[in-house]
């Protein structure tokens, strides 16, 4: 049985290896850091879901309530904010559906992102410059954190993916520009 993520001791790497094998590649700071945000994502979602609702039941934010956006340049890719917004000061995660064969060019964002890929394989790389060779496939289940200033691209190859990352604003989306 596994046990609750606050019971994880995040200066044990074998806790972290045993209870959460996903993070146990992390250094106990970025475990922490990945922690901490995990919990606060859970703080944040009680009051924005109305968990404590006027009837006293959850309110929850469905898929049919976000509102998708879609950058003029890249009709493959599609985004919704299901809590706070890129301006806002604060925790927010974005939902985001790359369509198979769809890319993101290589970008920065000045905060560190949480992703976790919800359907389908996302490819993932880092650097100025794309090298499909060196991209690494983020299965459906998986993680990945692009840290803060770090360029990094994006492929859905094998078909639709959609994930949502979390991070804290305000926030932004810059091109790399070679």
């Given at each position: 049985?596994?046990?609750?993520?606050?019971?994880?001791?995040?200066?044990?790497?074998?806790?972290?290896?045993?209870?959460?094998?996903?993070?146990?590649?992390l250094d106990p700071e970025g475990f922490?850091?990945?922690?901490?945000?995990?919990?606060?994502?859970?703080?944040?979602?009680?009051?924005?879901?109305?968990?404590?609702?006027?009837?006293?039941?959850?309110?929850?934010?469905?898929?049919?309530?976000?509102?998708?956006?879609?950058?003029?340049?890249?009709?493959?890719?599609?985004?919704?904010?299901?809590?706070?917004?890129?301006?806002?000061?604060?925790?927010?995660?974005?939902?985001?559906?790359?369509?198979?064969?769809?890319?993101?060019?290589?970008?920065?964002?000045?905060?560190?992102?949480y992703s976790t890929i919800l359907s389908?394989?996302?490819?993932?790389?880092?650097?100025?410059?794309?090298?499909?060779?060196?991209?690494?496939?983020?299965?459906?289940?998986?993680?990945?954190?692009?840290?803060?200033?770090?360029?990094?691209?994006?492929?859905?190859?094998?078909?639709?993916?959609?994930?949502?990352?979390?991070?804290?604003?305000?926030?932004?989306?810059?091109?790399?520009?070679?």
């Open positions: 049985m596994m046990k609750s993520f606050d019971a994880i001791d995040p200066g044990d790497p074998l806790a972290q290896q045993r209870e959460c094998p996903q993070l146990a590649r922490a850091l990945v922690r901490a945000l995990f919990l606060s994502l859970l703080g944040a979602l009680a009051p924005a879901t109305g968990a404590a609702g006027s009837s006293g039941a959850p309110e929850p934010i469905t898929a049919e309530s976000l509102k998708w956006f879609s950058p003029p340049a890249n009709a493959l890719l599609r985004g919704a904010w299901v809590l706070g917004a890129e301006s806002e000061a604060g925790l927010y995660a974005l939902r985001v559906i790359l369509a198979k064969g769809g890319r993101i060019p290589p970008h920065t964002h000045p905060d560190t992102r389908g394989t996302l490819y993932v790389g880092f650097g100025e410059v794309v090298h499909d060779a060196d991209m690494v496939a983020v299965p459906a289940g998986g993680v990945y954190v692009a840290p803060a200033k770090v360029p990094h691209y994006l492929w859905a190859k094998d078909g639709d993916v959609t994930y949502q990352e979390g991070g804290a604003g305000p926030t932004s989306t810059l091109p790399v520009r070679p």
